[in-house]
């Protein structure tokens, strides 16, 4: 392998940012606020829900780098998810529907989604969105939606 990525990494992770040097896994946090997520767009009523909460542009996608998780059945169409406890702060939400269960968003060719997925702010386009246009603020926001993307195939 050359580099940090070999041609294969890079061309699998296209959609997800490229290769990057480690970081240090974010603080636990504490606080008084709640973030109400109201998901829709759920393909009834299959696998599990898991939604991931970031704190920081630096670890935004990183499986490692979530300030909370939630996992949870699907059990309609439409779902409320809340985080309890947080400080204020800029946050971005990631979510997906794990139809099958296997603890992972499956892709097609190592890129596209093949089930149902969404990120707070509901940003357009292809490929993961910056954390910039996924943030929230707390406490001035409390309660978003979020309209999960159907897989194109």
Not at 45 to 61: K, T
Request: glycine share 12%.
């Amino acid at each position: 392998m050359t580099g940090r990525c070999s041609v294969t990494m890079v061309v699998l992770l296209i959609g997800l940012g490229g290769c990057a040097a480690p970081v240090k896994p974010p603080e636990p946090v504490e606080g008084e606020h709640s973030l109400v997520v109201k998901l829709q767009g759920l393909d009834c009523c299959e696998g599990v829900l898991r939604v991931a909460l970031y704190n920081s542009a630096e670890h935004w996608l990183d499986d490692e780098g979530m300030v909370r998780g939630q996992a949870a059945p699907v059990l309609g169409a439409e779902q409320v998810i809340e985080f309890a406890g947080l400080p204020s702060g800029d946050y971005a939400v990631a979510i997906y529907q794990d139809i099958n269960a296997n603890a992972r968003l499956d892709r097609f060719l190592g890129m596209v989604p093949r089930e149902p997925y969404g990120f707070s702010g509901n940003p357009g386009g292809f490929g993961r969105p910056a954390f910039d246009d996924a943030k929230i603020r707390l406490p001035e926001t409390s309660e978003i939606t979020i309209k999960l993307r159907p897989p194109p195939f």
